[in-house]
């Protein structure tokens, strides 16, 4: 199990855990981002949001939220 | 059905069909609104927050209805304003009928919210959206199997070609006079369940809550944490056994489950979702095989060096797209209003009407208000390019490129574009704030847009850097414009570091699929932005005119825009505060009080007050004369930030909702403003260059 900000671009993945405060869990789980999901690394710059792939849904997630979705 | 519908609506003839609009952001919801009302659409605030509320008139079958857009949401949680407002307004205002507007090539995570919908109870008619895009991904959606399994009946539209719209009505129209529609009720699993059981059994003896809330739902949601409707139950007199009951069952699945009640809940809708995903939609290709065209194209947009100058250019070519092809329509528009000039003082001189009226009409009516109509092209055509690329798709990711820099700023990705249409209007400016979710990164991002040099500030510099800078005219302009951008940049890094200490809002945004923009779709959204700007213009720009010309003409006798009349004496008690900006006459004084109301009319004012009309050499020639190329400088710099237009203040406070920073937005940009032009000037004479 890894932060979702370690995945390189094109690597895979499960949600695992999604930590954060309430209210940003319960945003998160509208866009799809929940446990048991797969979704993929489209695009992961050294520092700045990352882009993933979640079925159709593509997503930007900054650096802090990205390193509080945990993954396999 | 139809007959139905047709009884209910004779039998209560008073009562108007009231259908909401509900979806995710990115279906296509907008679109359908629009083909729905086309025209008749009305744009104002949902009470008690800055949120937009849209609402149209449909015609149909001799029947109107009201269509209530409501905000675009994920879900129906208390995550911020918008679902709230969405939540509400289902809830309490009851619509005869929600048309639930969902992208059919993203069918799991657009249900979820349908599945929300489902579950307050409300009459729900599925738009599956977008029909033609999940096609081209050759994704297939058996739209009677999906219709069947939620209850409800589903409508495949392509809002973009008005197709399926027509039919869509009818369905809506048809389930609004239909019934009451029990709620969907998912199998949360036998612990929970049993705790919805017994709070349930507590609710009911809550004759009020009986009124306001279905049993079920509210249920769920104490269960679910739902933080602003906890709130409002509390407010409710004698719930304390409510109260106490939901601490309990919430103990209770935490020990069982191991797990917060929210996951659980989560866990089996989203179960409940996948069942019917499964079920009903067909994939030729899965999502891992196929790297779409729009991964494509972010692969290299996005691109840790790539992605900058790709933006760059977008920005670079917005600018010269409006002010290439603006600044000969600018042109045209002033010989016209120095044409209507002409040829109403010659009418109304043969008609033998006073000089006052000739004045009035000529000087201050058709000279103040054409020298705001100047700006239109380039205000429509920025926001023409600016919706072209945001309907392309294309400023998600620039949000998503500039978010490490913002970030920098402590701003937000999303703060970046409200910074962009700035350079336009103020006005919608503000209003484009409110994508930004986080209260503090929003009133951040207020605070500092009038900084942004809008069009209007524009001739203000044309004046000056003419009169003075001739030969590097562009350069001074254009330092301007960054002088701008730089206090901005400064202003917001102090206000994050000592007025909002707090952390900005975690930047999670949707990136829409590349698309090519509808001319439709693109012409709409040109036209909300750019009509803010048409409203002041026609409103207050028309009153400030007026009013400067009486008080140049009062008290009676005095020569027009004399020393003696009202605004010169007004000028003169203000002028000794701008000696140290090297601007302490009382003409610079009057233009800048006038210049509260609207930034350009200052260059209207120095030409009434110079006795030259605002167009032309005259002006620039008689500047030359009573200026300095320092004192011009400092006072450019002075028009650029001392306290926003009028407009943009009523808009700051409508966007605010607080007069307490309205006030601050004032007192601080005034306050900046002076000292920069003080530094200027004071600095360059340092220099030597006084």
């Not at chain 2, 905000?71 to 309490?92: K, Q, V, W």
């Not at chain 2, 891992?288 to 250019?313: A, H, K, M, Y």
């Not at chain 2, 600016?386 to 970030?407: K, P, T, V, W």
Request: net charge positive; with cysteine.
């Amino acid at each position: 199990m890894k932060p979702l900000g370690f995945l390189a671009p094109g690597e895979a993945g499960v949600i695992k855990e999604v930590a954060g405060g309430i209210g940003i869990r319960e945003r998160l789980r509208g866009m799809g981002v929940t446990k048991g999901k797969a979704l993929r690394m489209i695009q992961n710059n050294a520092c700045g949001p990352v882009i993933v792939a979640l079925g159709e849904t593509r997503l930007a997630l900054g650096r802090g939220m990205a390193q509080k979705v945990l993954v396999e | 059905m139809e007959a139905a519908s047709e009884l209910a609506v004779q039998k209560t003839p008073a009562k108007e069909i009231v259908i909401a609009l509900a979806g995710n952001p990115n279906s296509g919801k907008t679109t359908i609104f629009n083909s729905l009302t086309g025209a008749r659409q009305h744009v104002g605030n949902w009470p008690g927050v800055t949120v937009e509320k849209k609402e149209g008139r449909l015609l149909s079958a001799g029947k109107t209805c009201r269509v209530v857009d409501l905000p675009g949401t994920y879900s129906l949680g208390a995550y911020s304003e918008d679902e709230i407002i969405a939540r509400n307004f289902i809830l309490h205002e009851k619509p005869d009928v929600i048309i639930n507007v969902v992208d059919a090539s993203n069918l799991e995570r657009n249900l979820y919210l349908t599945v929300q919908l489902l579950e307050m109870g409300a009459r729900v008619v599925v738009a599956l959206n977008m029909m033609d895009e999940a096609q081209a991904r050759q994704i297939t959606v058996d739209r009677e199997k999906l219709a069947g399994l939620l209850g409800v009946p589903v409508v495949p539209t392509v809002a973009t070609k008005n197709k399926g719209v027509p039919e869509l009505i009818r369905q809506a129209l048809a389930a609004a006079g239909a019934g009451p529609r029990e709620a969907l009720k998912i199998d949360y699993g036998r612990e929970v369940e049993a705790e919805i059981g017994s709070l349930g059994t507590v609710i009911a003896s809550h004759a009020r809550l009986m009124d306001r809330y279905s049993l079920r739902w509210l249920a769920v949601k104490l269960l679910e944490e739902d933080d602003h409707l906890l709130q409002e139950i509390r407010k409710t007199p004698d719930v304390g056994d409510l109260l106490a009951r939901r601490e309990k069952s919430l103990r209770r699945l935490r020990e069982i489950a191991g797990e917060e009640a929210e996951n659980l809940f989560a866990e089996r809708r989203y179960g409940f979702i996948g069942g019917i995903v499964k079920q009903t939609v067909s994939r030729k290709k899965t999502v891992e095989q196929r790297l779409s065209l729009s991964d494509r194209i972010d692969r290299v947009v996005t691109n840790r060096f790539l992605g900058l100058p790709i933006f760059l250019l977008a920005m670079w070519a917005v600018f010269q797209f409006t002010f290439k092809l603006g600044d000969p329509l600018v042109g045209w528009i002033e010989s016209f209003f120095a044409w209507l000039g002409g040829v109403t003082e010659g009418a109304l001189g043969a008609a033998g009407a006073p000089e006052w009226t000739v004045s009035l009409a000529v000087d201050g009516i058709i000279g103040g208000v054409g020298s705001v109509l100047v700006f239109i092209p380039l205000i429509f055509l920025l926001f023409l390019a600016i919706s072209f690329l945001e309907d392309s798709g294309y400023m998600a990711r620039a949000a998503y490129i500039m978010d490490r820099f913002m970030h920098a700023l402590g701003l937000h990705g999303k703060s970046f574009l409200p910074m962009l249409i700035g350079f336009g209007c103020n006005v919608p400016a503000i209003m484009a704030t409110r994508t930004l979710e986080n209260r503090q990164d929003r009133l951040i991002t207020i605070l500092i847009n009038p900084l942004m040099s809008c069009a209007a500030r524009l001739p203000v510099y044309v004046l000056f850097a003419g009169a003075f800078f001739s030969a590097r005219q562009g350069w001074v302009i254009f330092s301007l414009y960054l002088l701008g951008i730089v206090l901005a940049v400064v202003m917001g890094k102090l206000f994050k570091t000592f007025l909002f200490k707090g952390e900005s809002a975690p930047f999670v945004m949707e990136l829409p699929p590349y698309r090519l923009p509808t001319l439709k779709g693109t012409l709409i959204h040109v036209w909300e932005r750019g009509s803010a700007f048409i409203r002041k213009a026609g409103t207050i720009i028309f009153g400030v005119v007026v009013l400067i010309w009486v008080l140049s003409v009062l008290p009676w006798g005095v020569e027009y825009a004399a020393r003696e009349s009202l605004i010169g004496r007004l000028g003169s008690a203000l002028a000794p505060v701008f000696v140290p900006a090297g601007f302490g006459t009382w003409e610079a004084a009057a233009a800048l009080i006038f210049g509260l109301l609207a930034k350009e009319v200052v260059v209207g004012t120095l030409g009434v007050i110079y006795g030259v009309g605002e167009e032309g050499e005259g002006l620039a020639q008689i500047i030359g004369q009573q200026w300095t190329p320092l004192s011009a400088y400092a006072f450019m710099a002075m028009c650029l930030i001392y306290i926003p237009c009028a407009a943009t203040i009523g808009a700051i406070k409508r966007e605010t909702n607080s007069w307490k920073w309205t006030a601050f937005a004032i007192g601080y940009s005034l306050a900046l403003g002076w000292v920069v032009a003080v530094l200027i000037y004071q600095g360059g004479r340092l220099l030597g260059l006084g």
